[in-house]
C-alpha cells in the first residue's frame, strides 16, 4: 500500500486556485515537514493530526479521506 502523503497529494491543486476542504487539507499536509510520508497505517498519521492544532479543523474530513484511501478511491 502506498504511504498516505502519496494519496493525499493527488486531491492537491498546485496552482492554489481551488479551496475545496480536500484541496486545501492535501495543501497542508504538503507543506508541513514534519508530517509522516512514508506511513500506511491509521494510529501513527491520525495522532499526528489529532496532536497538531494547525489539524484541528480538519480530523473529521481526514477520516474520511482515510475511508476513501483504504477504499483504494
Known amino acids: 500500500m502506498k504511504p498516505f502523503y502519496q494519496y493525499i497529494q493527488k486531491h492537491r ?3 492554489g486556485t481551488n479551496h475545496d476542504p480536500k ?3 492535501a ?3 504538503y507543506l ?3 508530517f509522516p510520508k512514508t506511513a500506511t497505517d491509521f494510529a501513527s498519521i491520525s495522532n499526528y493530526i489529532e496532536l ?3 489539524y484541528s479543523q480538519w ?3 481526514f ?3 482515510w475511508q ?3 477504499n483504494n478511491d
Open 13 to 15: 491543486n498546485s496552482s
Open 52 to 54: 497538531n492544532s494547525r
Open 63 to 65: 477520516d474520511e479521506l
Open 27 to 29: 495543501e497542508l499536509i
Open 68 to 70: 476513501a484511501y483504504l
Open 23 to 25: 484541496s486545501q487539507l
Open 32 to 34: 508541513d515537514g514534519d
Open 59 to 61: 480530523v473529521s474530513l
